[in-house]
C-alpha cells in the first residue's frame, strides 16, 4: 500500500454529480469539504430503492445482537435482559459480558456502516453485508478497545478531549475494514483527517442527533426515513473524505 501521509497530487472536488471522490492522502491533507445540507441531500436521494436494503441489515443486526446477548448471559453468569440477575452479578461477570457482546458486535457495526458507504459509492451491497467483516476481528477489537481507553482517558480529563476523539474516531471502522488499515493506523488516519475539519464533523453529528430524536418522536414511525437517512450520510461523508476500496 502506499504511503498514507505523502502530500496530495491533485486538488479533490467533491458532489455526487462529479464522480470525483476523495483518497488517503487528500483526507489526510483535509483536502475536502463537508456541507451538512448537501450532504444531507445527496444521503436523502439516495435512500430511494435503498431503504429495504438497510432495514433488512438492521433487522439481521438486532437478531444477532439479541443471540449474542443471550449467548453471553449464559457464559458470563450476567444478563441484559434480567434485573433479577442483574442485581446478583458481580463486576467482573458485567464486564465480561460488555467485553464479549462487543467483540463480535463490533464487525457487524462495521458491516452497517459499509452498506451506507457502498450505497453512497454506487457499488452492490445487500443486508448480509453485516456479516461479512469477521475476518476483520481482530484489528477491529483492538481498534475499539483503544478507542474507548483513548476516549475514557479523554473524558476524565476535563471532559472536552473526550469529546474531541469522539468526534475524531468515527471513521476508524471503514478504514480497517474498506483500506485494510492496521487498528493504530487506522485511528491516527481518522483522527488526523478529521481534526482539520472538526467542527463541521461536530455539527453534522448534532444535526444526526436532533433529526433522529425528531423521528423518534412520533411513536418511532420517522425512524424509518431518518435511520437510513443518517446510514447513507455517514457513508456520503467517509467517500468524500476516504473515496473507494484500496486495489
Do not use: C
Amino acid at each position: 500500500m502506499s504511503d498514507i501521509y505523502k502530500a496530495p497530487e491533485a486538488q479533490l472536488t467533491t458532489g455526487e454529480e462529479s464522480g470525483s471522490y476523495g483518497s488517503l492522502e487528500k483526507g489526510l491533507a483535509g483536502d475536502y469539504a463537508i456541507n451538512i445540507g448537501e450532504i444531507l441531500s445527496e444521503a436523502w436521494r439516495r435512500t430511494k430503492g435503498n431503504k429495504g436494503t438497510i432495514w433488512l441489515a438492521l433487522l439481521l443486526y438486532f437478531v444477532a445482537y439479541m443471540a449474542i446477548s443471550f449467548v453471553a448471559g449464559i457464559i458470563t453468569g450476567y444478563s441484559a435482559f434480567d434485573l433479577e440477575q442483574q442485581a446478583n452479578a458481580s463486576a467482573g461477570s458485567a464486564l465480561l459480558y460488555s467485553l464479549l457482546v462487543n467483540i463480535v458486535v463490533a464487525p457487524m457495526m462495521a458491516g452497517m456502516l459499509m452498506i451506507g458507504i457502498k450505497i453512497a459509492r454506487d457499488e452492490k451491497t445487500s443486508a448480509t453485508e453485516i456479516f461479512s467483516y469477521f475476518d476483520k476481528l481482530l484489528p477491529i477489537v483492538v481498534a475499539y478497545i483503544l478507542m474507548t481507553i483513548l476516549i475514557m482517558i479523554g473524558f476524565v480529563l476535563l471532559v472536552l478531549p473526550g469529546i474531541y476523539l469522539a468526534v475524531a474516531y468515527m471513521l476508524v471502522l471503514p478504514l480497517i475494514v474498506d483500506k485494510g488499515l492496521g487498528p493504530w493506523q487506522a485511528l491516527e488516519t481518522s483522527r488526523k483527517a478529521i481534526t482539520k475539519h472538526w467542527f463541521p464533523f461536530f455539527g453534522f453529528l448534532i444535526v444526526a442527533i436532533l433529526l433522529y430524536i425528531a423521528g423518534a418522536l412520533p411513536l418511532l414511525i420517522g425512524l424509518i426515513w431518518v435511520l437510513p437517512l443518517l446510514t447513507i450520510a455517514y457513508g456520503v461523508i467517509y467517500r468524500t473524505i476516504f473515496g473507494g476500496a484500496e486495489d
